[in-house]
């Protein structure tokens, strides 16, 4: 499976953004899709995680009620909706898929099949 993100962008403060990782070579009910994001001098921070059934999410409490993963299967594609951005929100955001533990949202040292090649988030103050 290939991935490939977009949507990243400035915006100010409050604004919202709406970032897409499209898969080629293989479907997205194979694969659990992972959002990540990493800023300037900080480690890379899990984001959202949406299942391979898309029954199960997950939301890191920095973005829980302000940022929704969703998915379009007949487009092959995850999205990931940001509103109420934050400067704190700023950095590169990835997505990844995970072919194992296709009903688990998180699972600890995960193999990732696939990573996308990240899309810049920027958002002003």
């Known amino acids: 499976v290939q991935l490939q993100a977009s949507g990243g962008g400035l915006v100010q403060a409050g604004g919202s953004l709406r970032l897409s990782c499209v898969a080629t070579?293989?479907?997205?009910?194979?694969?659990?899709i992972e959002w990540f994001r990493q800023a300037p001098g900080k480690e890379r921070e899990r984001v959202s995680v949406?299942?391979?059934?898309?029954?199960?999410?997950y939301y890191a409490g920095s973005v829980k009620e302000r940022f929704t993963i969703s998915r379009d299967l007949a487009k092959n594609t995850v999205y990931l909706q940001m509103d109420s951005l934050k400067p704190e929100d700023t950095g590169v955001y990835y997505c990844?898929?995970?072919?194992?533990?296709?009903?688990?949202?998180?699972?600890?040292?995960?193999?990732?099949?696939?990573w996308g090649q990240g899309t810049q988030v920027t958002v002003s103050s």
């Open positions: 949406i299942t391979a059934s898309g029954g199960g999410t």
């Open positions: 990844a898929a995970r072919g194992t533990f296709l009903n688990v949202v998180l699972v600890a040292n995960a193999n990732y099949q696939s």
């Open positions: 070579g293989a479907t997205l009910d194979q694969y659990v």
